[in-house]
């Protein structure tokens, strides 16, 4: 039963170029969390989606960053045009839905984004 | 806004002792408290804690939660070299939207000298 994957685990980019993240969520998941951690701090939420929804992105910059989790497919963090502070590790969680008592997050390994 | 403070921010202490970390919380609407392990990847589940007063253990490993002071510690007794890790609290508390929102504290880096 494979966990949450994401790819790449690492990607670089140069300052303007667009980066695009994947998550896959666990096998009958169809909840997306997507968290943002920087260096030296914890981490910070992001979007929350269902399949073909973003219900809650109230944690995503305002500019440059999109999500989706279309029907087919792994869910996609896009950033437009990279500056250096958007070098951080992200991370993709999911969740069956709200089941009772608690709705756990399972956590993907993270791609570590490098921006030059 | 929701906030999450954990102390310290880094401890180092020798195999064998016993640990206690921090977590002190402000939500609205607080509907749990969690706390995670992360080594150099994924953040792994380790509690979940909604009562207070009732303490969770696993193993080396316990936690309590006190909602009328809003914080919670995590004890981790005869520390191993494996217990090297960040330890990150969150809380979760409902939104608008009809999800369920994490906020997470900055960590706890702890790490075990042999």
């Known amino acids: 039963n494979a966990g949450v994957m994401q790819n790449p685990r690492h990607l670089v980019r140069r300052r303007g170029q667009e980066a695009r993240l994947r998550c896959s969520p666990m096998?009958?998941?169809?909840?997306v969390y997507w968290y943002r951690q920087l260096p030296e701090e914890g981490l910070k939420f992001m979007v929350y989606l269902q399949k073909e929804n973003i219900i809650d992105e109230s944690g995503m910059p305002k500019e440059r960053f999109s999500a989706e989790f279309p029907k087919e497919g792994p869910s996609i963090l896009r950033i437009q045009q990279v500056v250096r502070g958007d070098s951080a590790a992200y991370f993709c969680a999911s969740s069956q839905g709200r089941v009772t008592p608690y709705n756990e997050q399972f956590f993907g390994p993270g791609t570590r984004l490098t921006v030059l | 806004e929701d906030k999450v403070v954990q102390s310290p921010l880094s401890l180092v202490v020798h195999e064998g002792d016993t640990v206690t970390l921090n977590c002190s919380y402000e939500v609205t609407n607080f509907r749990s408290l969690l706390w995670y392990k992360q080594e150099k990847k994924a953040p792994t589940f380790l509690f979940m804690l909604?009562?207070?007063?009732i303490e969770k253990k696993s193993g080396r490993l316990s936690s309590i939660l006190d909602k009328k002071e809003l914080f919670s510690i995590l004890n981790i007794t005869a520390t191993q070299t494996g217990d090297s890790a960040v330890y990150l609290c969150?809380?979760?508390?409902?939104?608008?939207?009809?999800?369920?929102?994490?906020?997470f504290g900055t960590g706890t880096r702890l790490t075990i000298i042999p």
């Open positions: 909604t009562s207070s007063g």
């Open positions: 096998k009958g998941h169809s909840h």
């Open positions: 969150a809380v979760e508390a409902p939104t608008p939207f009809g999800n369920e929102k994490l906020t």
